[in-house]
């Protein structure tokens, strides 16, 4: 059979990577893919981009089953279009994506629902925002509306920021997704990402995740779509584990029922875990995406030991029910490689050397490389993930810097410490 990716980052290699490696697969088309991609045995990939496109391509290619990575092809309805024409695709429908496409969606279902999150507000005018911040005082969280490739978010420590943030999203930064700014309050504690599965009906979680969003070493430097994630993450212990379903994901999905949208696909809830008992600590959304994290994705993959057709079978055809994920008891990491210049103003075009060999334990997955003329360039900031499997996650930690070793090409820069927090 054959099997349709869409998106072209390092959550996508991963995927496609293990659907390769799936009984009776004939090829993965990734739409568009990457340098990775590209080069992969079994992994084939194909420049389309509007889901109309897809669509017939899925028509043409006998595509069996399509997974959906990044956010923009949900926004866009491409799940909706496959399923309207009896198509087996793994996302969630527009109405369900704007949980992730519009922060002011999001915050006003997380408040009609009780979902526990920040306090909030929504402006679209410059001067009623600017007087909100001035009440509430720094420091405090700006927010462009729509989808921003994860850099729609300004923590403001100091007033002087906020308004910044403020005039530079209403003032067209971001375009339309900063036409409206959701300004909320500030938030303590230590982030998870939790991932699930749903089907419409069932839900299965993932195991837990953290990424490192800072560009520097001691999370320190401006956010970026995150340098390094790693798998399992110490804090969600079982405790916190049952919390996160029964007061965030469960009323999440129930909720989304009763406003009349049926949720299949992966939901991510990113969680901000304040300080206490774990029984009482506040645990609250930061964020919801509609999609698998990235670069979380990369380390989760490498613990999924099920065989990714059936997995997927069982969630396109409501019978998560039926399924248990089997996870490799190891730890897993993932060092993000970013080109010079990463998040400003990424240069692209050095040549990548070193990239060895791939194997069951470390894998080099690509998200900004393209094949050019024989060789691996970089064609976007995050550039590879590093990715690696340990008995410990300081075993994982050591396997992932010692492959990072070999790897060359100008400017490129990592950060040293992912998983700190798991490690100290
Ligand atoms: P988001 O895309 O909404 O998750 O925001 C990106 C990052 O900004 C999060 O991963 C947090 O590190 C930080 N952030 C977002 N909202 C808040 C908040 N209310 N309080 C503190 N930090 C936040
Ligand atoms: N790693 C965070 C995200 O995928 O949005």
Known sequence: MNIL????????????????????????????????????KGINNVNLKTPEELLQFAKDNAIALTVVGPEAPLAAG???????????????????AQLESSKDFAKAFMMRH???????????EADAAHAYVEQQGAPI??????????????VAMTLEEAHQAIDDMLGGQFGQAGALVVIEEFLAGEEASFIVMCDGKTILPLASSQDHKRQLDGDKGPNTGGMGAYSPAPI????????????????????????????TGFLYAGVMIGDG?????????????????????????????????SLFEAATQGNLDQVQIDWDPRSAIG???????????????????????????????????????????????????VTALGETIQEAREKAYSAIDDIKFDGMQYRKDIAWRAIK
């Not at 729509?146 to 978010?153: M, Q, S, W, Y």
Request: aromatic share 6%; hydrophobic share 40%.
């Open 5 to 40: 990716v869409i998106g072209g980052g390092g959550r996508e290699h991963a995927i496609a990577w293990r659907f390769s490696k799936s009984t009776g697969v004939d090829s993965v088309f990734v739409a568009p893919g990457n340098g990775g991609t590209a080069s992969a």
């Open 78 to 96: 491409v799940a909706d279009l496959f399923r309207s024409e009896g198509l087996a695709i793994f996302g969630p429908s527009q109405a369900a």
């Open 114 to 124: 009780q979902i526990p999150t920040a306090a909030y507000a929504s402006f679209s």
């Open 141 to 154: 969280v700006i927010k462009a509306d729509g989808l921003a490739a994860g850099k729609g978010v300004v």
């Open 236 to 263: 969600v212990n079982e405790v916190i584990h049952e919390r996160i379903l029964s007061e965030i994901v469960i009323p999440t999905i129930e909720g989304m029922q009763a406003d009349g949208i049926e949720y």
């Open 277 to 309: 008992d774990d029984e009482r600590r506040p645990i609250k959304v930061l964020e919801f995406n509609c999609r698998l994290g990235d670069p979380e994705t990369q380390p989760l993959l490498m613990r999924i030991k099920n065989d990714f057709v």
């Open 335 to 385: 060092v993000v490689l970013a080109a010079h210049n990463y998040p400003a103003e990424p240069r692209t075009g050095d040549v990548i050397s070193g990239l060895g060999a791939d194997n069951d334990e470390v894998m080099v997955f690509h998200a900004g490389t393209k094949l050019q003329d024989g060789d691996i360039v970089t064609s976007g900031g995050r550039v590879l993930c």
